[in-house]
């Protein structure tokens, strides 16, 4: 168990200072879970989730999404349409303060 959040280490070993496991990077926060939507980017994933709000006037809900840039560690290996979990962290970059920690669910694998 690694971080405080009850997800287990990857099993490889990266170099990588920003990878909460084998980096300095500490989270801190909130944890988000989406599905990645996104590896275009080096490094980074989008992760993109999903959720309802509420219209009163129509007093029904509409579904609305969410796009979040997120650190993807070397030893975590990340596909297009996996579920992920990612934990806030200090900003990485301009728009990048979440790293991923734990893959809940494999996607078309």
């Not at 009850?6 to 990266?14: D, F, Q």
């Not at 029904?60 to 650190?71: L, T």
Request: overall charge negative; proline content about 6%; hydrophobic content about 35%.
């Amino acid at each position: 168990m690694a971080l405080g959040l009850g997800v287990t280490e990857p099993e490889t070993a990266c170099d990588d200072e920003n990878c909460p496991f084998h980096g300095e990077l500490s989270v801190r926060g909130g944890t988000l879970v989406g599905e990645v939507a996104s590896t275009d980017m080096d490094k980074t994933v989008v992760v993109e989730r999903e959720y309802d709000v509420f219209v009163p006037k129509y007093d029904r809900y509409m579904k609305r999404r969410s796009r979040v840039p997120a650190h993807a560690p070397p030893c975590m290996d990340l596909a297009v349409g996996d579920t992920v979990r990612i934990a806030e962290t200090r900003p990485l970059s301009k728009t990048k303060s979440h790293a991923v920690v734990e893959v809940t669910d494999r996607g078309d694998a």
